[in-house]
């Protein structure tokens, strides 16, 4: 089974921290991404990643960077974390030929939910 | 733009009542996929079903079901005889072809609570 893995369940931070949220798969899947998902506004999307070292902004960005040095690896950076950042971060992959399968490739990772105090 | 609207925030049902929660979507595309995902406490998404716009056909899989109507840009899903362990979160997406390919764009979901 392909595992999406975030590193932390639960992560509490102060305002002004440097946060870094960390996502690995272990299946080789060229895409990545980062949502984050709020009550009554569902998932959205931060940003994305094609291959290693690209990325793409998603419809929410601000305030918010990303690094994807290696291919399993997707990291979501809070360069300055506020409270109006808290909140659940679901990560997900999904291979390139993702549209041939059924659920069409994506998988997401169980999520972290973090505190901003 | 791309929208999928979940109306119904929360449900709440008794036990082997039979419930429906409502998806409607806009779209620019003429191609896209619809999905449909639960959310159980442990906070994973699990993926129940892909429908391709191209293909209106109904589908049934055990006691959930799904309607899939293109002119009323609507997919709803149905659990018949629902039980405890469907209570979850479900969200219904979108994914077009051309206008936002690569990404998912979620309805704001349904907090679904089966009662014993």
């Known amino acids: 089974d392909v595992k999406v893995t975030q590193s932390s369940r639960y992560l509490v931070k102060r305002t002004g921290e440097k946060v870094f949220l960390e996502c690995v798969q272990d299946?080789?899947?060229?895409?990545m991404f980062w949502y984050r998902q709020d009550p009554g506004l569902g998932l959205r999307l931060i940003y994305f990643?094609?291959?290693?070292?690209?990325?793409e902004k998603g419809d929410i960005p601000e305030g918010y960077s990303v690094s994807r040095e290696k291919k399993e690896r997707f990291s979501l950076i809070l360069e300055s974390a506020s409270t109006n950042q808290t909140s659940m971060y679901l990560c997900?992959?999904?291979?390139?030929?993702?549209?041939?399968?059924?659920?069409?490739?994506?998988?997401f990772g169980s999520g972290t939910r973090l505190t901003v105090v | 733009a791309q929208k999928v609207t979940q109306a119904q925030t929360e449900i709440s049902v008794v036990e082997k009542e039979d419930v429906t929660l409502d998806c409607v979507y806009e779209?620019?595309?003429?191609?896209?996929?619809l999905f449909w995902y639960k959310q159980p406490p442990s906070g994973e998404l699990v993926f129940l079903i892909r429908?391709?716009?191209?293909?209106?056909q109904n589908e049934i899989s055990g006691r959930y079901s799904w309607n899939f109507q293109k002119s009323t840009s609507s997919f709803n899903f149905t659990i018949t005889a629902s039980q405890v362990v469907d209570s979850a979160v479900y969200f219904c997406?979108?994914?077009?072809?051309?206008?936002?390919?690569?990404?998912?764009?979620f309805g704001q979901g349904t907090r679904l609570t089966i009662n014993p």
């Open positions: 997900a992959s999904r291979p390139i030929l993702g549209p041939t399968l059924a659920n069409y490739g994506y998988t």
């Open positions: 299946m080789d899947h060229e895409n």
């Open positions: 429908r391709n716009s191209f293909d209106e």
């Open positions: 997406a979108l994914r077009g072809l051309i206008q936002g390919a690569q990404k998912l764009v």
């Open positions: 990643s094609y291959d290693v070292k690209m990325k």
């Open positions: 779209t620019r595309d003429t191609t896209y996929y």
